[in-house]
């Protein structure tokens, strides 16, 4: 029924390129965004398929979006996140004149399993959080500026005048985080959902996560964090927004640690990465 109605959608909806005044960037998640405004200028449109407080886990995109996806010059992916391998390869099937840039490769990813296939890697169990390090950042920026150049080089001055311009606001933010590492003894942290592992590994930080593998943690595992947590002497509890509070909360109660809600989707990548830094070292 899916390819069905993929087809409804799209018809008479396919990519009118000379009819459109400005060409379009597709964007998975609004972070995205960011980096690819900031480094696009006013050349493009930005189109961001998952909305705020949405989760990009068990997103469906509504027909809207597609239609957004068919107007699409450029489509910037993640390339592991849930909807992504659900949906993108039929989307992306149904504008195959798109050019598509998967972030994911050029990263260090990190996986509980992987395995090669002739020159190719790859993973299962991906986390996709990548771009919350700003270690990762500076290589998302580099790939989205490369991409346009490739894609539109009448502009290369441009995108590379702009791209040192974020580079130079991402190396701040690794300078901010370090600065606040410097100067706290907490170097662990509790949180929900394990969003933040990129962040955890390139800044000598441990992250505790709440669920596993997607799943809530049973009444011995419970117990168990509520231990540690007394132990380590933890005084914050990470949750995203998206995300129910609820065993985050209880956590909290027993071990008198704050719940602080985090957007790691946020379209303000600086202050959303400032403000997880802020409330893991204060």
């Known amino acids: 029924m899916i390819p069905v109605l ?16 400005q060409k379009v960037i597709t964007v998975s998640i609004e972070p995205f965004r960011f980096f690819t405004s900031g480094i696009a200028g006013d050349n493009y449109s930005i189109n961001v398929i998952v909305p705020p ?9 509504p027909p809207a979006v597609i239609r957004g996806i068919s107007n699409s010059d450029l489509v910037i992916i993640n390339g592991y996140l849930g909807f992504e391998t659900a949906w993108i ?68 001055e441009t995108y590379v005048t702009n791209y040192l311009k974020i580079d130079s606001i991402i190396m701040d933010t690794d300078s901010y985080i370090k600065s606040l590492l410097n100067d706290s003894v907490t170097k662990s942290f509790m949180i929900f959902h394990p969003s933040l592992t ?58 008198g640690a704050e719940t602080v809600v985090i ?14 830094a802020e409330n893991i070292t204060r």
Request: glycine share 6%.
């Open 6 to 21: 993929f087809v409804l959608i799209f018809t008479g909806c396919s990519r009118q390129g000379g009819d459109r005044d």
């Open 53 to 61: 407080g949405a989760s990009p886990a068990t997103y469906e995109p």
């Open 89 to 156: 390869e039929r989307m992306l099937g149904l504008n195959e004149e798109a050019e598509v840039l998967r972030l994911a490769d050029s990263q260090d990813l990190i996986a509980t399993e992987s395995h090669r296939h002739n020159d190719i890697t790859h993973y299962t169990g991906v986390d996709p959080h990548f771009w919350l390090s700003p270690v990762r950042a500076r290589i998302i920026a580099r790939d989205i500026k490369d991409f346009l150049v490739k894609n539109d080089p009448d502009r290369k």
């Open 198 to 255: 990129y962040l955890a590994i390139d800044y000598g930080l441990e992250q505790i996560p709440v669920e596993t593998e997607g799943k809530e943690p049973s009444p011995s595992e419970l117990k168990n964090l509520i231990d540690r947590g007394r132990e380590e002497n933890l005084k914050t509890i990470f949750v995203q927004r998206e995300f129910d509070t609820k065993n985050a909360r209880l956590i909290g109660d027993e071990i």
């Open 263 to 276: 957007n790691p989707l946020s379209d303000n990548w600086v202050m959303s990465v400032k403000e997880i």
